[in-house]
């Protein structure tokens, strides 16, 4: 993805986020020279890896297979490991018309995904196997605002503003937004998108970058190279 592009898609974020009375925090919208001035006191920030998230899964087609996301609060895998502390993540994250968020599953985090408003939120679903791999003959049965719901393989779940479902560990998902764009949030177990991010087809995670003009945020991405040391 070129640079100015998500520039653009972290102004255009920002305001449709504002439109339904969400704010992000200060950090974020904190320079680039301002983060590095600031890094003594942001290790918070950058080890749980908080910010802006803006990714084409590596493979150039944003509009069609894309999602933004804000990570406003994440836990410590320590504390996870120990059953105390801070065991939790929260995301913000907008999925555009028709723009896939690819079919994966997690090991390790639990999450809950909420429509916070505009259009509906669909989510195709799937069990694992035996294997990890999706299973395409058995029902699915997910908790969506805490009622259990049960359908089968491979269909699709839609979730008006307001609701929500809960996605355990090996549940297959991907998920777009039907009729317009959706607000999403995401709260959950120790979020780690390095490492915990299964998918279904051999993608990456995270967009490679043109830097064709300066960042107006770091990504998250950036925070390796733009702030070592």
């Known amino acids: 993805m070129k640079r100015s592009e998500i520039n653009q898609i972290m102004a255009a974020a920002d305001e449709f986020i504002r439109s339904f009375g969400f704010i992000l925090p200060p950090f974020a919208y904190w320079s680039p020279d301002e983060m590095r001035a600031r890094r003594a006191e942001i290790a918070g920030i950058v080890d749980a890896r908080l910010g802006w998230d803006i990714t084409d899964y590596g493979q150039g087609r944003f509009g069609e297979l894309g999602l933004f996301l804000f990570t406003v609060r994440n836990g410590s895998e320590a504390d996870l490991r120990r059953g105390g502390g801070m065991c939790y993540a ?102 780690n998108d390095l490492t915990d991010n299964i998918f279904d087809e051999p993608i990456g995670r995270f967009a490679e970058i043109d830097e064709d003009e300066p960042p107006l945020h770091l990504l998250v991405s950036d925070y390796p190279r733009w702030l070592a040391g």
């Open 90 to 191: 929260e995301k913000i994250m907008i999925s555009r018309r028709d723009q896939i968020s690819p079919m994966h599953r997690h090991i390790v985090k639990a999450e809950d995904i909420i429509n916070r408003g505009g259009a509906t939120l669909a989510l195709e679903l799937f069990n694992s196997g035996a294997d990890g791999q999706i299973d395409c003959t058995t029902d699915v049965t997910v908790a969506t605002d805490g009622v259990l719901r049960t359908q089968g393989p491979g269909e699709v779940l839609r979730l008006d503003p307001g609701e929500s479902v809960t996605l355990m560990p090996g549940n297959w998902h991907a998920f777009w937004g039907e009729g317009g764009d959706v607000l999403i949030g995401e709260v959950s177990t120790v979020n």
